[in-house]
């Protein structure tokens, strides 16, 4: 069922000190741009990320070397099903379009996979202690 889900992140609460700071964030405005500019790109290909079909996934979500690395080894560590590596595809395209690049490399397929921390909680969960015997 988590395979559906796109994001799914755990928030810490903001240590205090932070929230006292004078150093100011972006703002809403700004967000609202960058995300504007993203969504721009996306319909110059033709199509949004969501929407991408598989085919057309592959071609727009091109991997460097160590993108190609990077997203193996989450899908062999994290035992992720093809729907996840598609998912992970589409927001690492994502991210890569709100950071203004045109291709998708290792550290937007990094980001991507820090966004399913449900999936790593689940699977860790799950799987028994490599120590355990069957027998035991």
Request: proline share 6%; charged share 30%.
């Amino acid at each position: 069922m988590l395979d559906r889900i796109d994001l799914h992140i755990e928030v810490p609460a903001v240590p205090y000190q932070e929230l006292r700071g004078r150093e100011p964030g972006m703002s809403s405005a700004e967000m609202r741009e960058r995300v504007l500019r993203a969504r721009e790109r996306q319909v110059k290909r033709g199509v949004t990320n969501s929407a991408l079909p598989p085919a057309q996934l592959r071609e727009c979500c091109a991997l460097d070397d160590a993108g190609e690395r990077t997203l193996e080894m989450a899908v062999r560590r994290l035992g992720l099903s093809a729907r996840a590596h598609d998912r992970i595809l589409r927001v690492a395209r994502t991210v890569a379009d709100l950071g203004g690049s045109e291709g998708v490399i290792a550290k937007h397929v990094a980001e991507a996979v820090q966004y399913r921390s449900l999936d790593r909680s689940y699977w860790n969960s799950c799987r028994p202690p490599i120590w355990s015997h069957p027998s035991a």
